[in-house]
Structures are given as C-alpha cells and as structure tokens.
C-alpha cells in the first residue's frame, strides 16, 4: 500500500480501488522510501543461488496467491462496529465513519512511515498502531477494546479474499509432486486469526509452514524472516525457491539470502531493471513448468 492511503480511503468508501495488502484498513503497510530502497539494493544480488535441484517453495500472500476485492458493504459493516465499540466506551464524541477512519489511518500512516523512513525492518503491532493512533485524536482506550477493534477490522480484510480454484490446484500438484511449501508474508494482522483464514481457505494443509511478519517481529526483505521460513521447511537457500509480486521484497530479498526468485505478475505488475527475477510467470498455474525449468521435479 502507498502513502497516497487517504485517497484509497475516499476510494474504498465511494466504490473505488482496493487497498494494496493483507493489512486491514487500520493496519497497513506504506511503501518503502527510495531512499531506502536504493539502500537495499546496494546488497540485493549479492548471494546468488547456486544451481541445485528445487525442493521447497516458498509464497508470498497478498498479490502472488490472492487478491483482494473489498466491497463497501464489508467495510461498512466492519468499521460500524468499530465505531460503535468505540463510542461506548469513550464518554465523548466520536467522529462520524469516514472522518474517524481517515483520522485514525492517517495517523496510522505517519507511524509506519516513520518506521520506514528510518530504515527499521521490524514490524509494527496492529494492536500498537491502532492504540497508539487513537490516542492521537484523543481515545485512550483500554486493551481489551483493542483486541476488539482488531479483530473487527480483520474480518473486513478475510471476508473480501476468496482463493481462486486454480491456486489450490496448483498447489495441490506441487505437493504431490513432492514439494515442501511454505508462506512467508508482511502484514500486522494477528497471525493466528491469519492462520484460521487459511484452514477455511483450504491452504493449510498444503503448506508446511506458514511465517508472518507480525509474529516474527521483522518484514521482509530482512534476512531474518526468510532463515525462520527455510528453517521450518526445513530446506536450504539453494534448494529453495520464493515466489511473490514485489521484486524488491520478495525477490530480491530471496535471492539475498541464497534462494531464487520468482516474480509473479497475476495480480499486480512490476517491472524495475535494476533487479533481475530467476523466472517470471504471468499466473501462478505456470509455476510448475517454472519450476522444472530452475531445476525442479521433472
């Protein structure tokens, strides 16, 4: 998600465009300042795979296995709740929807921008974000009406995703073609409402294990995230593949630590020369022959 969120707020409320990433409407990822990511490309490359058979997968979430089609009705209904739960509380005045939502994002925004702007990796709490951009505007609210409102807006979130048939397809063949998958995923969302979603999804059980960043305390491209993913798989940086939409998190960061990159263009597109992907597939149901191709089940 971009900085420019208070416009996709005005976006979601009137019918327009989705927010970019599974990170709920409060919780949200802004993207990385050039300066930053120019940093990271000075050691992007630099460990390059070598050439070994592929015997794990690992995935990215929000546009590389799912998109997202947030509907006004869903966010309304989520984020009514939301204000509701605060005014009962609160003993005072609260702004109506729209202007609470913006307020409390923007707020949101200017902490997560921060984090970024000084080159931190570590992820940020939702339950953090949300408390601390409430009291912003004046809501000093007790912990256990956080859980509340997090909860709330992660349903807005899991309600808009719907797992196209062709991914669980396409996972299901990788897997008996013997495979290891896992998840590796940036976002503030609890991971264990993340990891119900993915039952009901019918991904669980396909993947061998599942890393988010809200839980391991840093978001990709740190190093940090990848090793615990390829420690729970149980596989090495060479024998490993990572495939996501974004070349600098995703791919370039893979390839950092050893792995190869896959990009995919299904859901969003990316294109920036100064990173080169292992392979690029246009869906992910092209995944196994990209696999085959980087040295993987024949």
Same mark, same amino acid.
């Given at each position: ?22 990170? !709920? +409407? ?8 050039? +300066? ?21 997968? &690992? ?15 869903? &966010? ?7 204000? /509701?739960? =605060? ?8 702004? *109506?929807?729209?202007?609470?939502? *913006? ?9 997560? #921008?921060?984090?970024?702007? #000084?080159?931190?990796? #570590?992820?940020? %709490? ?7 951009? &409430?009291?912003? =505007?004046?809501?000093?609210?007790? /912990?256990?009406? =956080? %859980?509340?409102? $997090? ?9 808009? =995703?719907?797992?196209?048939?062709? $991914?669980?397809?396409? +996972? ?16 503030? &969302? ?15 059980? +396909? ?10 305390? @840093?978001?990709?491209? /740190?190093?940090?995230?990848?090793? #615990?993913?390829?420690?729970? @798989?149980?596989?090495?940086?060479? *024998? ?10 995703? $791919? ?27 392979? @690029?597939? *246009?869906? @992910?149901?092209?995944?196994? !022959?990209?696999?085959?191709?980087? !040295?993987?089940?024949?």
């Amino acid at each position: 998600m971009g900085v420019e969120v208070r416009e996709d707020l005005h976006d979601l409320f009137r019918g327009g465009r989705d927010l970019d990433g599974p990170f !709920g +409407l409060f919780g949200h990822r802004s993207s990385l300042p050039a +300066l930053v990511r120019d940093v990271g490309r000075v050691a992007s490359g630099l460990v390059r795979a070598a050439a070994a058979p592929v015997r794990a997968v &690992l995935f990215d979430f929000g546009h590389t296995l799912v998109d997202f089609q947030r509907t006004q009705e869903a &966010l309304h209904a989520a984020y009514q709740q939301i204000r /509701d739960r =605060i005014e009962a509380v609160a003993f005072m005045e609260v702004p *109506e929807l729209l202007d609470l939502v *913006e307020r409390v994002a923007g707020g949101v925004d200017r902490l997560v #921008e921060q984090s970024y702007r #000084e080159g931190r990796l #570590e992820e940020i %709490d939702q339950a953090v974000l949300l408390k601390e951009a &409430l009291a912003g =505007i004046g809501f000093d609210l007790p /912990d256990d009406v =956080i %859980d509340h409102i $997090v909860i709330l807006d992660h349903s807005a979130y899991s309600n808009s =995703i719907t797992v196209e048939p062709e $991914v669980l397809s396409t +996972l299901q063949t990788l897997k008996s073609e013997g495979y290891r998958m896992g998840l590796v995923s940036n976002l503030t &969302l609890r991971a264990d409402l993340m990891r119900a979603d993915l039952q009901r999804w019918g991904l669980m059980d +396909l993947l061998d294990a599942t890393v988010f960043s809200s839980e391991v305390g @840093v978001r990709k491209p /740190d190093p940090r995230i990848f090793r #615990e993913a390829l420690r729970r @798989v149980g596989t090495e940086p060479a *024998e490993t593949v990572f495939v996501g939409d974004r070349l600098y998190d995703d $791919v370039s960061g893979a390839q950092a630590v050893g792995m190869r990159g896959v990009l995919t263009r299904q859901f969003r597109q990316e294109d920036d020369p100064k990173f080169s992907p292992d392979a @690029v597939i *246009e869906h @992910v149901k092209e995944l196994p !022959g990209a696999l085959r191709g980087l !040295g993987g089940v024949r």
